[in-house]
Structures are given as C-alpha cells and as structure tokens.
C-alpha cells in the first residue's frame, strides 16, 4: 500500500515537473514573445551606448509588438523608442510591468490602450510567467504586481491543458506550434513584421460601433489603474502617455477613440494625438487581425507615431471637443442632428 502512494506521489510530481518544463522551455507563444523581448533588449542596450538621450519605451500587447517599428521611428524621426510588447493575453498590468524592465529617469512610458474596458484583475497566469522570465524578482519591485502567495503560486502552477495541446500538435501539425513562428519575421528592432493575411477573419472581428450613446467617463477599474500608474511614474520621474492603438474599423468608432481619449485627459492623463484617430480603414494595410498591421501598415503607423513624438503631440480637451463637434455631438455628447441625418452624414465612409 505505502508503495501504491509512494507511486501515486511520484507520478504526480513527474507530471508536474514535466509541465513546469513545458512552461518555461516548451510553450511556443512563449518563446516567440521571449525572443522579441531579447531582440528589445539588445536594441535598448544599443540606443543606450549611443545616447544617455532618454528614451520612449512602448508597452502593450501584440497590437504594439506587429504593428510599431523602433526602427522605422529612429531611421526617420531620430526618435528613441523601445517596443516591450508582449500579447493580450498576459493582460496590461503584466504587459506594462515588463515596460519598467527597460525604462530609466527621464524616459516616457507609453502604455498601449484603446478602450479602457478593464477585467476585475487582468493579472494573467501568462503575464506572471512571462514577467518572471524577463525580469526575475524585479517584477514585484515596481508597484503594479503585488508579491504574495497568489501571484507565487500562479508562476510556478503547471498548465496541463496547453501541454496537452502542444503534445497533440507535435504529433499531428509540427508545422503549427505557434502561427507567428512561420509567418512573422522578428527584426532587430524587436518589430515582428507579420505576412499572416486573413481577410475574412479580419472582417469578421472588425471593429462597428453602432450605440451612439457614449459616456466620458472611462471605466472606474481603468481610472484607478491609470491612477497608480501615473503615481508611479512620478515616483521614478518618468512621464506617462497613452497610445490608442490602430484598429482596423468603421468610422462610426472615430467618436469613441476621441471620447476615451477626452475622459483620459479630463484624469491628467495625456494621450498622443494620431491624425487618423487610430482607425485604418482599408484593408490594404491589416494582417490577420483588426488589430495587427502588415509591414506596409506598421510602416505607415510607425511614421506618423515618429512624428507625433518627435513634434510632442498630445490632445488637449479644447482640440478634442472641437473634433467631437466636427463629428457630429456637442460636448454633452449627444447629436447635433437627428439620427437618420447623422447616420447619412457621417457612416458613408464604407469598408475598402
């Protein structure tokens, strides 16, 4: 009997064992977003040696990572931007934690941020893991992640079911692991430039807002995120902006982008000013994804967010009202005409 369990044990800590191996040697999306990472940290270590010039560090998910060129930005804009993009799923806290790997005094964060729609806690098992892997113990040094048991114990648990899934994909489509390996290339700058194009996907998940309701106060979650964000970064003397990331969208949503925006500003918090509102339109330059940029896209956006940097282009609330009003609402927000007018003037602009 005593050997029974002495087996049982055994199996269970193997398993276990074999898990945390997959974890941190094995998952593919891991490893694709860890060796961007230390294409990153060679390019932050390179703007270093050239400058003590403070620079830009870029945090976000996938949408910053395939989507914003450093190298484009400091070729052509003599901007000194570092890109620290993970994916979505590791959630923002996580994603902006791993920022504060490469930013010194005097830097600015740019936090990637469309819609400011908070989960509860978007600590992710992923993100927790991802950071650990990046920065060790300094993850809990810097205020967003608390050090305690729950955040432990998610960084070390064993994810059968993604082991499961890999093993069954080795077996049957070696070719698959992770899309991105076979249709992304990973440049120096830490840019992957993805050739994924999937049109019909992409139409599927484009981004129509249809409520011409809208409120301008951003979610209470996403305020008090913002909030000790910004405390933070005062604490460590960086300057905090916020990025509305490109979306491959109809023009119904122009409204929503200067309306979260406007709310942002209205908390102290600057957000940069795109002339395109962050709303691409024709297909020509999305990937697989409303938010993923092919290379001729992320070429686009990397110039005109180049220029905006450098010329220190952020909204303030009387250039936001003004576009709001250019749009078709007062500053109350509500339409200045009747709602078939409005729709007849200002949702023409189709999809290309």
Known sequence: MKR?????????????????VYDFYLSPDR????????????WAEKLRAESDEPCYVLAGGSEVRMCIDPGIIHKEHGVRLITAGGMAGFGLTCNVTHAFKYLKPGDTLIVSCRHFVFPENDITTGGLKFCWATMGTDMFRHGLIPFNLTHLSHIFRPNSDELSMYLTKRILKPDELFKYNSKTVQHPSGWCENFHIEKNLLMQYAVYTTNISRSFIIQH?????????????????????VFQNIEYSHSTTDRDIVTSALALTREGISVIK???????????????????????GAQKYSNELGVALKNNRVWTEKELLQTLYKLGFDAQGNMRYSHKMWRYLYMENEWR
Do not use: T, W
């Open 221 to 241: 979650r996403a305020a008090q995120f913002f909030d000790k964000l910004n405390q933070i970064c005062h604490k460590k003397n960086i300057r905090l902006l």
């Open 31 to 42: 490893l694709y977003f860890l060796k961007a990472a230390e294409l990153s940290d060679a």
């Open 4 to 20: 029974l369990i002495l087996f049982i044990i055994a199996g269970i800590l193997a398993g276990i064992g074999v898990s945390l």
């Open 274 to 296: 795109l002339d395109s509102l962050s709303n691409e339109r024709d297909i020509q330059y999305m990937a697989d994804r409303p938010n993923h940029l092919n290379s001729k």
